[in-house]
């Protein structure tokens, strides 16, 4: 975009008059980018986030291209095309809410429940549990001297793999994760683009990290731990991941399988012959994982707006299917949220893709801080999906699922 910078230079005399012009170029202007970015929906992320640290990233799962992409805090990038001052340098890179860290692409956390995705397609796949195998949940699960306990106490009784993703079980993935083992975990988590670069066009991607019994030998120099893995069965422990891996992840899940390579850029006019020229979409391959997978855990991740716990994101307009997160921060007595410092409070996730029948958009929204997935994040991913389905003009959708009961006020 920015083109080549044009230059005079001339010959004066001693009293700085111009004699003449000795060399002249002229500027020559950069290329026009045509973006993905949906400029109202990128708006509406941003006022959605307001003063809270955070990301919010929508993508289409067809294409890879990315409609929305916040983050906050941000700065006024105005100040950089101008004379900066000292002190607004230092005002920045000073600020606590690290602006200039784009948390879309940079921010890695851990991705707590919505990291059951990917576990579940691998318990199907590698048949560690079928789809109507249930494991009893008394609200812990004991290994060794350790209880690894449940959000809910008390437990979620028998569960199946629809239920405990619908009500998000975590001693049911406990138990997967110790019977599956972290190198099979690694494997499909990387299989769904975690642990590794989704290849958007921006610097300084980050990774975040797919932990493996390999990983830990090569960075700790240390074995890994049968405790660990049961901790990364929830998204927890050392598996770390950004927003926009994790809105690749649900496109790939609404594709069933299929996942593009996330893009910001459609097309770019040459200034000097007004050629347009469109950038094909990029696949960068699919998940090994029998269609029927990928039908039982779409149909979970539906349940899981409608009755489980994401009901907050339930709509009247379109169906949505969806997976909440509560992601530790910090090892802390169960206690009032109140009484706990909000830079120690767990962050809130919640990863959805709409419609259910026929996918045009995957959604993820991070809040740092602010507690429980299905209370604090859903609700933003709910309003970015209907300004989307509003903004866009959509084809009637006939739903295939003829199984399933679509007639309640179309919302799922």
């Known amino acids: 975009m920015r083109g080549m910078a044009g230059q005079k230079s001339v010959e004066v005399d001693a009293l700085g008059h111009v004699k003449r012009a000795a060399v002249v170029e002229k500027p020559e202007a950069g290329n026009d980018l045509y973006l993905t970015i949906d400029v109202r929906l990128q708006k509406l992320a941003e006022d959605l986030l307001g003063d809270e640290q955070g990301a ?74 079928s789809p109507s195998s249930t494991i009893h ?65 921006l610097p300084s991607e980050r990774f975040g990290i797919m932990p493996s019994t390999a990983w830990k030998q090569k960075v700790k120099r240390q074995s890994w731990l049968p405790g660990e893995t049961i901790s990364a069965a929830i998204g927890q422990g050392f598996v770390t991941v950004t927003p926009l891996q994790m809105a690749s992840m649900m496109a790939t899940v609404a594709n069933d399988g299929v996942n593009y390579r996330p893009r910001l850029v459609h097309a770019v006019m040459d200034r000097a012959t007004g050629n347009l020229q469109e950038l094909p979409a990029v696949p960068r391959g699919k998940i090994n994982a029998k269609p029927e997978t990928f039908r039982i855990i779409k149909d979970a991740l539906a349940d899981v707006v409608t009755k489980g716990t994401a009901t907050r994101a339930k709509s009247s307009m379109v169906t949505i299917g969806g997976k909440t997160g509560t992601a ?18 767990d962050h809130a996730w919640f990863v959805a893709f709409a419609p259910v029948q026929l996918p045009k958009i995957a959604v993820v929204v991070l809040a740092e801080h602010m507690g429980h997935g299905g209370a604090a994040a859903a609700p933003l991913a709910k309003e970015v999906i209907e300004a989307y389905m509003e903004l866009t003009p959509q084809a009637p959708i006939i739903s295939e699922l003829s199984d399933r009961n679509w007639s309640d006020g179309g919302a799922f």
């Open 328 to 345: 530790q921060v910090a090892a802390l007595r169960p206690g009032p949220e109140e009484n706990i410092p909000k830079k120690l409070r």
């Open 56 to 129: 919010i990233v929508a993508l289409d799962p067809n294409n890879g291209d990315i409609l929305a992409m916040a983050s906050r805090p941000a700065f006024d990038p105005n100040i950089l095309s101008r004379e900066l001052t000292a002190k607004q340098w230092v005002e920045i890179v000073q600020d606590e809410g690290r602006p200039l860290n784009n948390r879309a692409s940079q921010g890695q956390y851990p991705p707590g429940s919505t990291f059951k995705i990917p576990m579940a397609v691998a318990a199907l796949e590698t048949k560690t549990m």
């Open 137 to 201: 949940c008394t609200g812990g699960y004991r290994f060794g001297k350790r209880l690894y306990r449940d959000w809910k106490v008390g437990g979620h009784g028998y569960v199946d793999l629809h239920e405990a993703l619908v009500h998000s079980c975590d001693v049911y993935f406990y138990s997967v994760g110790q019977r599956m083992g972290i190198d099979v975990m690694a494997e499909f988590g990387k299989d769904f683009g975690l642990g590794r670069a989704t290849g958007v066009e």
